[in-house]
């Protein structure tokens, strides 16, 4: 999700009894529907949406007071981003920006996502890449704010006019006016021939709107939703380079006095920005002020049973395998890391100021220069991402394998929340950002259930991940092995599961098995007792209303809203309704906890 919508409701209590099920739903056909059947109307978007929420809410309270006098270098960075944020926001910086970014020799993403935030007057920094450049697109021409119409201009572009700008234009030395005026004119006149007039057929689905902030033309005729995703379509199609000198235009064909009027910011969204931009000194800040790691030993202990659990199942070697292929999986299971927070651990307070002051020391930040300070940010972590593939909420990511343990993990806001834990395949890594431990999700000392069925479940997840086609190859230590991929692609019983989980959910299907195999593993180490963990003593009273609570506790996780659960339907891991579904349809305790009929058993395709 790249433009996330605010939230309009704060939840109180989201877990377990705090939800309202809906008792008409039938558990073994839509279980998702009866956990979360009343939540989308009432409640915030996503669970981990909140916790980006809360947490923003915080960082914002701690920027918003006093600078103390012996401040790292790397926070006063935070703080001036944060100031210049604040600021109202006059059309007038906005075309001195972009006078900037034009003459740049090679304009990317990176620049047409400053370009457009000033332009359109963005609230929440977009991520634009070029998988989603359409989307970016639709969610421009859908917004629907009250704004001064005065300061853009909607008809096309005359010659005369367009002659009269570009004498104006801060230019490269490349730049060709005839040739962007083809474009130019190409451009606007598809757009203009978009509509119908009114020739009596149902209006249902006419675009009522001129979108916020529009300074591009717009028809005069009445525009259909297709017609929208036309429009979104044509615009997405032209280069960064191009988009950016003719937003600059086109802001520019509105007289500069006309334009008086500031807008502004609100701190929850400047602090979510703060946030992305300088993700480590955010983190620095928030743990510092709010210290969450003394919940560690917790969660280590649910790992350490999770790779128990997952050593059975390896053992017990359902492929096969030959045992160099067999140590090799156990090795790296029995080595897999868990690391709470983006930064490094283990290492004194001096030398983590000093390692985050030396990621950011090309970053000078200007404390009333906001869209001058977006590019700086942008810029700067330009060439960390280009060198690492990322993958959605929790993604799975490939790291440089340059990198190293003490490394800043880049958090990204592209993974539609920063609560989204992580696995890092070429370090054998997981990563959990130590703001998924707070309420609702989780609270020091509630029930071991809650903690099992919710943070249980994703640290499965990822773990998971390290035995998907793709993780399973990589070593202890991160080393691809071509022996052990040699062995895999010839092993017939795991090729035939990987091609039964492909069959039933296309390429999303690695997900899928991250959901199944979290769940079990979570939910065998709560109710099954193990040798390792004698210790704790689970009560065996009303077990099925236990197993019940188990399931709806780790459904509510992925309760969310209508038009997220939309907007997820494109993502790798299908909505959240269809990944809870999934997730429970094959296992047999689910089965047996909600007396479902055999009718609703079918074979689970299994790796291990
Ligand atoms: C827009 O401009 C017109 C004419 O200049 C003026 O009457 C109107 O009040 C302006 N609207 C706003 C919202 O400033
Ligand atoms: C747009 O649609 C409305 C409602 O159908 C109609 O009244 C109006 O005349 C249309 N405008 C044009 C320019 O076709
Ligand atoms: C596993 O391999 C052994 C010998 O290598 C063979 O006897 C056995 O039948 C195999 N089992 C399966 C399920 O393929
Ligand atoms: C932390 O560092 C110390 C010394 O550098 C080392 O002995 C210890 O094993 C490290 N702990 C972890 C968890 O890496
Ligand atoms: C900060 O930005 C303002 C424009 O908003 C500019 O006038 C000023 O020179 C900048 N300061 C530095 C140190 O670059
Ligand atoms: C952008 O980043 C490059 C290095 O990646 C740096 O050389 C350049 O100065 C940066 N530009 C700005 C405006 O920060
Ligand atoms: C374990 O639970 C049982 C029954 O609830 C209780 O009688 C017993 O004292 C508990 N043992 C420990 C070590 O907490
Ligand atoms: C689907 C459903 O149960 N909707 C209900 C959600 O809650 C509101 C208010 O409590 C009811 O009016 C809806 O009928
Ligand atoms: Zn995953």
């Known amino acids: 999700m790249h433009f996330k919508r605010r939230l309009v409701v704060l939840i109180a209590g989201l877990l377990l009894g705090q939800v309202k099920s809906h008792p008409q739903a039938d558990p073994c056909q839509n279980f998702y529907e009866v956990a979360c059947g009343n939540w989308s109307s009432t409640e915030a978007t996503s669970l981990l949406g909140q916790l980006d929420y809360n947490y923003q809410e915080k960082l914002a309270d701690l920027l918003d007071t006093e600078e103390k006098d012996d401040e790292p270098r790397f926070l006063q960075q935070l703080r001036y981003f944060y100031a210049a944020c604040r600021r109202p926001l006059t059309q007038d910086q906005v075309l001195r920006t972009l006078e900037q970014l034009i003459v740049l020799a090679d304009i990317q993403f990176e620049e047409l996502t400053v370009g457009l935030t000033a332009a359109f007057r963005l609230e929440v920094l977009a991520d634009i890449n070029s998988d989603n450049k359409h989307e970016i697109w639709k969610q421009l021409l859908s917004r629907r704010k009250d704004w001064d119409t005065n300061t853009t201009n909607r008809e096309p572009l005359t010659r005369d006019k367009f002659d009269e700008l570009w004498a104006s234009l801060p230019k490269k030395r490349s730049a060709d006016k005839d040739l962007f005026w083809y474009q130019v004119s190409t451009l606007e006149d598809e757009i203009m021939s978009f509509g119908r007039e009114d020739d009596g057929l149902p209006s249902d689905d006419l675009v009522t709107w001129t979108p916020t902030s529009w300074m591009l033309p717009w028809p005069h005729r009445n525009l259909t939703y297709r017609n929208l995703y036309q429009v979104a379509y044509l615009l997405k199609i032209q ?44 983190a620095w800040l928030m743990e510092k002020n709010h210290p969450r790691l003394q919940e560690e030993p917790v969660l280590q202990n649910i790992f350490e049973e999770l790779k128990q659990r997952f050593g059975q199942k390896l053992r017990a070697n359902r492929n096969n395998f030959t045992r160099r292929t067999q140590r090799h999986l156990m090795s790296k299971l029995k080595r897999m890391r868990l690391r709470l927070s983006i930064l490094p651990r283990n290492s004194s307070a001096q030398y983590m100021v000093r390692r985050i002051d030396w990621h950011y020391r090309d970053v000078r930040m200007n404390a009333s220069d906001y869209f ?7 810029n700067h972590s330009r060439p960390q991402l280009e060198n690492s593939l990322w993958s959605v909420v929790f993604g799975r990511t490939l790291m440089p394998s340059r990198s190293s343990r003490s490394d800043l993990y880049p958090i990204q806001g592209n993974y539609g929340t920063f609560a989204s834990p992580f696995y890092i395949t070429q370090q054998n890594i997981l990563i959990v950002p130590l703001s998924l431990l707070e309420p609702p999700l989780y609270s020091p000392g509630q029930p071991p259930l809650l903690t099992y069925s919710s943070l249980g479940f994703i640290l499965g997840h990822e773990l998971s991940h390290g035995f998907d086609s793709e993780g399973v190859t990589f070593s202890a230590n991160g080393m691809m092995s071509r022996t052990v991929n040699r062995e895999i692609e010839g092993n017939t019983r795991l090729q ?93 305790p689910f089965q047996e906890a909600f007396s479902c009929g055999t009718s609703h058993r079918r074979r689970q395709c299994r790796l291990f």
């Open 239 to 282: 280069t960064p380079g191009f988009m950016l000198t003719y937003i600059y235009l086109r802001l520019r064909l509105v007289p500069e006095g006309r334009s008086r009027e500031s807008w502004l910011i609100d701190r929850d969204e400047c602090a979510e920005q703060s946030r992305q931009i300088l993700s480590h000194p955010a």
């Open 496 to 588: 035939h599961e990987f091609r039964c989980l492909y069959r039933k959910f296309g390429s999303r299907w690695y997900e899928k098995f991250a959901d199944a195999s979290g769940l079990e593993l979570a939910y065998s180490a709560y109710f099954d007792i193990a040798q390792t963990d004698r210790k704790r003593n689970r009560s065996t009273e009303h077990l099925v209303t236990q197993k019940q609570q188990f399931f709806l506790n780790f459904a509510q996780f992925f309760c969310s809203d209508e038009d997220y659960e939309q907007l997820l339907e494109q993502s790798a891991y299908g909505s959240d309704r269809k990944r809870v579904n999934d997730a429970v349809a094959h296992f047999k």
């Open 372 to 378: 001058g300070n977006l590019y700086i940010g942008l």
